[in-house]
Nanobody
Framework: QVQLVESGGGLVQAGGSLRLSCAAS????????MGWFRQAPGKEREFVAA????????YYADSVKGRFTMSRDNAKNTVYLQMNSLKPEDTAVYYC????????????????????WGQGTQVTVSS
């Protein structure tokens, strides 16, 4: 089992940058593939980015491709989401998620592909 804690959210002007962090508990962090999702008010939670256990493979939603970068440091039990060129439509609560099972390979786009979730961190982009 793993516990996840996000940080780094805040208020930023359009065009600005933020870096989110997600710290994981436990000694087996490297066994977990990780994802970032976001949820805006009145909307469903949506996929943002995902990263494989080793960090060699990353995946992004079309809406953030070229602006967001996901990375991980297994020695620090932490994943990051570097967000550049932020837009007002990026405003949401951002959640990190973890999955140890191989099903992640087929389900990384979906909330059902993850068994563990953090509490979320608010990102607000003003115009």
């Amino acid at each position: 089992q793993v516990q996840l804690v996000e940080s780094g959210g805040g208020l930023v002007q359009a065009g600005g940058s933020l870096r989110l962090s997600c710290a994981a508990s436990g000694r087996t962090f490297a066994r977990y593939a990780m994802g970032w999702f976001r949820q805006a008010p009145g909307k469903e939670r949506e996929f943002v980015a995902a990263i494989s256990r080793s960090g060699r493979s990353t995946y992004y939603a079309d809406s953030v491709k070229g602006r967001f970068t996901m990375s991980r440091d297994n020695a620090k039990n932490t994943v990051y989401l570097q967000m550049n060129s932020l837009k007002p439509e990026d405003t949401a609560v951002y959640y990190c998620a973890a999955q140890q099972d191989v099903k992640w390979l087929y389900l990384y786009l979906y909330t059902s592909g993850y068994d563990y979730w953090g509490q979320g961190t608010q990102v607000t982009v003003s115009s």
